[in-house]
């Protein structure tokens, strides 16, 4: 599509990122942010975000790691480029990252066609950042799969005020039991929180064509995403 990518100028004045856009065929309808895994914006984060499009969002995939090395692209199949990956995520400022977030809200709010509310998704580092995306921000509704290091932020919680959802892979390689102990004893009686576990899958269980992808537990857990994005975006 022709308007594929818009600039967003960062809140601290330090510069301006990239972003993917996709719109529905409408032309407008409520607003997305996609949240990046440690790839960057790649050809799944594209296609996610041409998906959400579908569905009659307007939806942005900002680019988060642009203070490291703007237009991150990786495909996730060589162990260099897994090595490039986990070095940027290391370097990566996750405070910085939520204001980035927050720009990009602001900037999908002011788009021609958005209409009233917002909602952000992601996945991975992503699944993190859209919890702290509820914690830290006006944002609707967040969904959040297979977030790394949730459980070093539970004190957040209390700064909810929108609706969050988070999808738990019950075998996550990143996320052991104890961390997963810790996210539903703080968060299960959460008015505003709902939390679905996948027993036997792993890390990235919803990521095409990735090693851990697991078809069923995708297709239900986008299932429950669409679902709670109707229930609080429409569209």
């Known amino acids: 599509m022709a308007d594929n990518r818009i600039e967003i100028a960062a809140k601290d004045g330090s510069g301006s990122f990239a972003a993917y856009l996709a719109r529905p065929e409408s032309g407008g309808g409520p607003g997305i942010v996609v949240i990046q895994e440690i790839f960057g914006v790649n050809r799944v984060m594209r296609e996610i975000t041409d998906s959400f499009a579908?569905?009659?969002?307007?939806?942005?995939?900002?680019?988060?790691f642009w203070r490291q090395e703007p237009g991150?692209?990786?495909?996730?199949?060589?162990?260099?480029?897994?090595?490039?990956?986990?070095?940027?995520?290391?370097?990566?400022?996750?405070d910085l990252g939520i204001k980035d977030i927050a720009a990009t809200l602001a900037a999908l709010r002011r788009l021609p066609g958005v209409s009233g509310r917002t909602g952000a998704v992601g996945y991975c580092l992503g699944g993190l950042l859209a919890y702290l995306t509820a914690c830290r921000t006006n944002v609707?509704?967040?969904?959040?799969?297979?977030?790394?290091?949730?459980?070093?932020?539970?004190?957040?919680a209390s700064?909810?005020?929108?609706?969050?959802?988070?999808?738990?892979?019950?075998?996550?390689?990143?996320?052991?039991?104890?961390?997963?102990?810790?996210?539903?004893?703080?968060?299960?009686?959460?008015?505003?929180?709902?939390?679905h576990d996948y027993p036997g899958v792993d890390h990235a269980f919803a990521r095409p064509g990735g090693a851990h992808y697991d078809p069923a537990a995708a297709k239900l857990a986008n299932a429950?995403?669409?679902?709670?994005?109707?229930?609080?975006?429409?569209?």
């Open 159 to 195: 700064s909810i005020a929108g609706n969050l959802m988070l999808h738990i892979a019950e075998e996550d390689g990143f996320v052991d039991k104890e961390a997963q102990a810790r996210i539903h004893a703080a968060l299960d009686a959460h008015p505003r929180v709902v939390i």
């Open 72 to 94: 991150v692209d990786i495909t996730d199949q060589t162990e260099a480029e897994w090595e490039k990956a986990f070095a940027l995520y290391k370097g990566f400022d996750v």
């Open 140 to 156: 609707d509704a967040a969904v959040g799969y297979y977030g790394v290091g949730i459980d070093g932020y539970l004190e957040e």
């Open 54 to 64: 579908r569905q009659g969002y307007v939806a942005v995939c900002p680019d988060l």
């Open 224 to 235: 429950r995403t669409a679902q709670f994005f109707r229930r609080h975006l429409g569209a």
